[in-house]
């Protein structure tokens, strides 16, 4: 099977803080990665795909100084929110792509619910 | 611009009746078209997926139809249960491409 790993699952911060999500492969190696936000009863938003070794390609409107992605492994990539406000609250998700049966089959992590206070 | 239209936005069935979420795409290149179901705060879980090459997919309750020439899939969850009650997502890729293209969800409700 594939296995993605995402941590923490919960996490609060005072405002103007920044918090690190990470995501990891545990079961195989990703060489591309994806961050997506999901605002309540929403669809999935993506926002960056991250490629090891590589900086990320970041989707319109997402501030890549805001929204700071790493991906420095083929197992592991990771999101980290600068100077965090209120309006970052949400749930983000990431998700690992992994090729199987002639496609490359997407598993996510189970998600992290960003409150910023 | 949304790659896959999906159909409808929420859903309320009954215990044991069919539901059916349908999705509709513009893109002939694509060849891959999973769903996934999600429950409030988890990520979303692949359910079934299905390529071009066939019409029809089953697997337990759930089943995919496909129809190529009218550019449209859907999800057929028969003797739907109160437990299926998630947000169900359908999306489509191009083979070995990394893109995926969601729809917008479908909120499926079942009453016991």
């Known amino acids: 099977g594939a296995v993605v790993s995402q941590h923490p699952s919960r996490v609060i911060c005072k405002s103007g803080t920044s918090v690190k999500i990470e995501c990891r492969s545990l079961?195989?190696?990703?060489?591309?990665m994806f961050w997506y936000r999901q605002f309540p009863k929403k669809s999935l938003m993506l926002m960056a795909t991250?490629?090891?070794?590589?900086?990320?390609?970041?989707e319109q409107g997402v501030e890549k100084d805001k929204f700071l992605i790493n991906h420095a492994s083929l197992t592991l990539s990771t999101l980290t929110v600068t100077s965090a406000h209120p309006e970052d609250s949400s749930f983000y998700i990431c998700?690992?792509?992994?090729?199987?049966?002639?496609?490359?089959?997407?598993?996510f992590g189970a998600g992290s619910r960003l409150t910023v206070l | 611009q949304q790659q896959v239209k999906q159909s409808p936005q929420s859903l309320i069935v009954q215990k044991g009746g069919i539901s059916i979420i349908n999705c509709a795409y513009e893109?002939?290149?694509?060849?891959?078209f999973p769903w996934y179901q999600q429950f409030p705060g988890k990520g979303p879980a692949l359910l079934i997926a299905?390529?071009?090459?066939?019409s029809e997919k089953k697997e337990g309750r759930f089943t995919i139809s496909f129809n190529k020439s009218a550019k449209q899939f859907s999800l057929h969850i028969m003797d739907s249960q109160p437990g299926d009650s998630a947000t169900y997502f359908c999306?489509?890729?191009?083979?070995?491409?990394?893109?995926?293209?969601f729809g917008t969800g479908t909120s499926l409700t079942v009453i016991p």
């Open positions: 893109n002939t290149a694509f060849d891959y």
């Open positions: 299905i390529r071009p090459d066939v």
């Open positions: 079961d195989f190696q990703a060489t591309t």
């Open positions: 999306a489509a890729s191009i083979g070995t491409g990394n893109q995926f293209y």
């Open positions: 998700s690992a792509s992994k090729y199987g049966s002639g496609a490359n089959v997407l598993t």
């Open positions: 991250s490629n090891e070794g590589s900086k990320a390609t970041y």
